[in-house]
Structures are given as structure tokens and as C-alpha cells.
């Protein structure tokens, strides 16, 4: 039974078929047709091979092509809520925009605005009065977000005062431990829908054996994959990096956490850190502009060309619009990416002194030679060249192994459930004389 895995990027489409007994055969990578939706320019490439009487049985698909959905967590109670809801978000390849634990020392900080905003906090059939008096501290406002959803205790007095979209399972059950799977589900089915409004990917959605997944939740399921199994030649404990067109993912073992900063989530095995600022086609403007005024530019330049680092450095303060070729912005990619995972100073988590391996994937490195990638690595995370080794995903096989994982299984159709819950909260606080803030 051969299985055709498509990929839906920003810039391309991958194909890569796989058939049992026989593994996987070559990527075919295709560009994207501007004057074409992806949903049917992928149909079309179906319809090809069908044409050509090598139609396979299967089909299973992923896409980053909206650059994924931004996700805020705001904690009403204990941090370990804080943790369980940031874990479903990136099980689910969304991106985590921001937690917060509400009444803590930073809340005076401002925080970016997000596609969706979780509120979590509290365990089912507890004691819900400290859940009431946060809620009555909280100013929605100050976390500005197009969707709410709730993803605490079960208090069904306490959502219907709040203007909540969607109301999902608890993420902590009784002892605390993580319960991902409503949220998770959540995140796919508005991901989906997303795409099938931007991309048209609504037909596609009917023909496949598995849940279209977010293209990082793919490569989530492969990072863990490579945890355990050698699906490509990489050290472990490892950080994985894919730059994209649109976004930066970073992937990296637990173990490699900072260790005052760890947070629980039992038997969590990676962990994972998206920069939207960061990319090679849709966000190249933005990077030029911020590599002008970034303080390790000097660094930067030096590491990705030593021939000619003062001409680079010049023209990239000059705002010269040619001065990033493609490698270039994808080594200026991985640097700042590396560089704020490992700043001491900054937000990050990463430790990777003990790293024993570093893997490249995706299909902005492609042309760039791998000592420069080398060199790039050291100098962003201050590391010895021969203290770990460097594994560059050139057949691209990492996003098709984990479209393997992807548990089979419909589509998920949550518009009815939700759509309902979302009506009887807004009725209840219309009637409460509440409106979103």
C-alpha cells in the first residue's frame, strides 16, 4: 500500500511517496504556482500521477503555507496549567506568542497581540474561589486576541460570565498531570480552517487517510521519533533548526533545558520555539531591517562571510535590498535564531554546551555549503567546532517521517460542538450585561 505524503509550504510543495518493505523514495520538491491556490495546485499534481497510473492509495498532507496560529497563555492559578496548555499548543504546531501566570512581577509588561488566547487554571471539583478572584483582577483587554477559549476547571458559572469562544477540556487532570488532547484538537480544527479560508485546502481535507497537521507538528512528531530512533544519522541529545519562507522553528531534546527554568511536563521529550520574524521569502523584509540595528550584526557577518564580512556589514546598514543572496538570509536565520535561544539574558530555555548534535532541515539551506553552517552554529552558540556534530536533512525526509506518525483517523468536525458551547457563552454574558473587552 503506497502512501503519497504532500507538503504544503509557503514557497514549494514536496512530495514524497512510501511504500511498506521499501521506505521512502525521493522528495520531489515543486514550486509554488502564484496564480494558483495550493489546494488546487496539489490536486492537480494528484491528478498527474494518476494520469501517469502511479496513483498511490493513500494521502496525507501537511501545510505551513499561513505560517501557523499565534497562541497567547494566560494562567489563572498555578504555573503547572501554564505548562500542560503551552505543551498542547506546540503539540498542535501552533506557536506560543507568550505565558503568563496572572499577578506575577512581569504582568506589567505589554504583550503582543495573538490569533487565539487560552485561559487556564484550577482542577475539576476543586475549590473554585481563587480561580473567581484572579478572573476579577483580570482585564482581557491587556492581552488584545481575536478567539478566547477557556481550558481550565470545569465551572461552568465561572465561563458563562467571560466572553468565550470555545470551551475545551481541562488541561491538568486530578493529580496534575497534562490532558492535551481537547485543546490540541481545538488548535488543529481552527489551523485547518484557517488554511482551508487562505488556501483553499477544504477538498483536500475529503481525500486524506490522516488529519491535514500543521507542517511543525510534523516535524514535532519526527524530533520525538529521533528521541528514540534512528530515522536520520543525528546525535543525541540534538537542536534541531528549520528555517522556512515565513518562520524559524527550534527543536530541541528536554534535557537540553537550562536547568533552573525547567518546567514539569512529565514525559515530555522535546521542546520546541517558533520565530515568526524570521524567514527567508515572506518575512526577508522585516529581517533585513532588523539585522541593520541588532547588536551581534558585527558577529553575524563575520561568521557567515570572512572574505568579505565588512562589505556585507556595509551594505546590510545601508538597507542594500540584494545584500542577503538566499543562503545568506538562511545563515542570518539560523544565527539569530540560535543566538536568543542561548542568550542568558533572554526568554530561551536552551542549554547547548550539552548538545551532541545539531540537525539542519527544511529547504532554505539548500546551496549553502555545510562548513559555513559549521561555522554559523559555533559562533551562535559560543560552541567548539569539535564538540558536536552536524547532521543537514538533504533528502528532506524528516517532515515525510513524521507525516508517518500522524495518527489516522477523520478530520476533526469540532464546528458543532464549539459553535454551540461559543453561542451559550456569548448568550449568558449578553445576559449578564457582559461584552468583550
Known sequence: MRTLLVDVGSTVVKLCEHEPGRGLGAVEIVAREPDLVPGDQVRALIEDRRAGGAAPTDLRICSSANGGVRVGVLGLSR?????????????????????????????????????LLVLVGGVDGADHRYLCEALADAKLADFPHDVLVWAGADAPDIVAGLPVDHVVANVLDGRLSPVMQGLTDLLHHIYLSDLVDRKGLRALAGICDTPIWPTPAVVGLAATRLTTEPIVPAATPFVLVDVGGATTDVVYCAELRVEHTMRISPGESIVRQVFTDLGVAGSLPGLRHRLATDPGLFELVA??????????YQDICEGVEDALTPSTAFLACLFLALRRMTDGAGPHLLDPGRAAGFVITGGAWTGTPEPAIRQVISAACRLPDDRWSLHVDRAYELWAHGLLAVPAGPQPDLADRHGRAAAQQRTAGTRAGLRRP
Not at 100 to 110: M, V
Open 79 to 115: 504555573r503547572h496549567s501554564v505548562a500542560a496548555a503551552s505543551r498542547a499548543v506546540v503539540a498542535a504546531g501552533a506557536n506560543v506568542g507568550y505565558e503568563r501566570l496572572l499577578g506575577a512581577d512581569h504582568q506589567a509588561e505589554p504583550v503582543p497581540a495573538v490569533d
Open 303 to 312: 561568521a557567515v562571510a570572512s572574505d568579505r564580512h565588512r562589505a556585507l
